[in-house]
């Protein structure tokens, strides 16, 4: 099993320019959700999803979208990419929220210039 | 999150020292997560308590959750340079299905060999 995936690893944006973060995970996982990390503020939740079709705003969802049309795939859009979107983002995924652990991607770091 | 806030939010051991983590919640707990980050890497998962006055141990690590204090403390004992790294705490706040897994900002630990 290759557990969450992300793509890319590293992604250099200018402002205003549109991308779409990859996460898919193989573990049939209902659970998937969306986190950024900075310096100082940990693990920020952005979206989050509890199953195919139900998506729900996390902490700082201004600026970003998620759908969720497959139980594999949870991708995560940034319309028009902001300089305070630099940030390393993970992608995680569990069995079901609250009976088992986060799995997690190994990020990917984005810098908007 | 300011939900969740940790503390110390660095700390620098000798090596064989022990030392303890804090992990304090505004809100009632109904699951707290610890996991582990190392420099440029994602998060590696730990331990997961649900139930107060529960205790769990790992190898040399040992986390305890005060469910009326909504508190939970990570301990290491005698600490070793691969315990270096970001320990964050993660919290349920809603029931085990609402899918809103918030994190504290992180402790960075260094330990002097």
């Known amino acids: 099993n290759a557990g969450v995936t992300q793509t890319p690893k590293f992604q250099v944006l200018k402002t205003g320019q549109s991308m779409t973060l990859q996460c898919a995970q193989d573990?049939?996982?209902?659970?998937m959700s969306w986190y950024r990390q900075d310096p100082g503020m940990g693990l920020r939740l952005i979206h989050y999803s509890v199953g195919a079709g139900i998506t729900d705003q996390g902490e700082v969802p201004n600026g970003y979208n998620v759908s969720r049309s497959t139980t594999e795939d949870f991708p995560l859009r940034l319309l028009s990419a902001a300089p305070s979107q630099t940030s390393v983002y993970f992608c995680?995924?569990?069995?079901?929220?609250?009976?088992?652990?986060?799995?997690f991607g190994n990020g990917t770091r984005l810098t908007v210039t | 999150s300011q939900e969740l806030e940790q503390s110390p939010q660095s700390l620098i051991v000798q090596e064989g020292k022990n030392l303890t983590i804090n992990c304090t919640s505004s809100?009632?707990?109904?699951?707290l997560y610890w996991y582990k980050q190392k420099y440029g890497e994602g998060l590696i998962f730990l331990m997961m308590?649900?139930?107060?006055?529960e205790e769990k141990s790992h190898e040399k690590i040992t986390a305890k959750l005060d469910e009326k204090k909504q508190q939970s403390s990570l301990h290491i004992t005698a600490s070793q340079p691969s315990h270096a790294g970001i320990y964050l705490c993660g919290a349920l706040h809603g029931s085990s299905n609402t899918g809103k897994l918030i994190f504290g900002q992180g402790t960075t630990l260094q330990v002097k060999p």
């Open positions: 308590l649900q139930k107060g006055g």
């Open positions: 573990m049939n996982h209902e659970y």
């Open positions: 809100k009632t707990l109904y699951g």
């Open positions: 995680a995924s569990s069995y079901g929220v609250g009976v088992s652990s986060l799995h």
